[in-house]
T-cell receptor, first 115, second 115 residues
Framework: DAGVIQSPRHEVTEMGQEVTLRCKPI?????LFWYRQTMMRGLELLIY????????DSGMPEDRFSAKMPNASFSTLKIQPSEPRDSAVYFC?????????????FGSGTRLTVV | AQSVTQPDIHITVSEGASLELRCNYS??????LFWYVQSPGQGLQLLLK??????LVQGIKGFEAEFKRSQSSFNLRKPSVHWSDAAEYFC?????????????FGTGTQLKVEL
């Protein structure tokens, strides 16, 4: 199994530009999570999906952020327009099963720098 | 609301010495507890998890953790630390219903190993 695959690994963009982060979960996993990691705020859950349906997006910072999961093998997190304070490492994780017992597998993350 | 406290931001130990990283959680029901490790520039790797049963759980790389319900703690231990253990360690809590579907992370403990 290739694990959770995120792309790109690094992204540098100018303020105001649109940024799209991509995630391929582990095949068969029915939950997908997007986390953001910063020095100031640590690891924050942004949104999670169950069977491709968004369940809880209360962590999405503002309307500039949007996430989609068009099918079971692909999800995107989009920031439009991007701002310097969006600079962070964005992690995708997937899990099989209900409750937290299914075990979460994290991707290697996308390091986003907005200049 | 669920929360996790890791009171030690930084810990330094000598190679070969024992290690204990502290974690206290708040959760309204039976918690699922996790320890993850993150090396620089990498994603999060699961060390161990507790769901039920024996309160002493064994993980990878020689780590173990003990769940103490009365103290709301889930401390991570290792009897003899290796230089390669230097990394950041995160405790996390999740659950079986509702918001417990998502993991809440502590702020992390940065471990430095002196040779």
């Amino acid at each position: 199994d290739a694990g959770v695959i995120q792309s790109p690994r690094h992204e540098v963009t100018e303020m105001g530009q649109e940024v799209t982060l991509r995630c391929k979960p582990i095949s068969g996993h029915d939950y997908l999570f997007w986390y953001r990691q910063t020095m100031m705020r640590g690891l924050e859950l942004l949104i999670y999906f169950n069977n491709n349906v968004p369940i809880d997006d209360s962590g999405m910072p503002e309307d500039r952020f949007s996430a989609k999961m068009p099918n079971a093998s692909f999800s995107t997190l989009k920031i439009q327009p991007s701002e310097p304070r969006d600079s962070a490492v964005y992690f995708c994780a997937s899990r099989l099963g209900t409750g937290a017992s299914g075990g979460y597998t994290f991707g290697s993350g996308t390091r986003l720098t907005v200049v | 609301a669920q929360s996790v406290t890791q009171p030690d931001i930084h810990i330094t130990v000598s190679e070969g010495a024992s290690l204990e990283l502290r974690c206290n959680y708040s959760y309204g029901a039976t918690p699922y507890l996790f320890w993850y490790v993150q090396s620089p520039g990498q994603g999060l790797q699961l060390l161990l998890k507790y769901f039920s049963g024996d309160t002493l759980v064994q993980g990878i790389k020689g780590f173990e953790a003990e769940f103490k319900r009365s103290q709301s703690s889930f401390n991570l231990r290792k009897p003899s630390v290796h230089w390669s253990d230097a990394a950041e360690y995160f405790c996390a809590v999740g659950g079986i219903t509702g918001g417990g579907n998502k993991l809440t992370f502590g702020t992390g403990t940065q471990l430095k190993v002196e040779l």
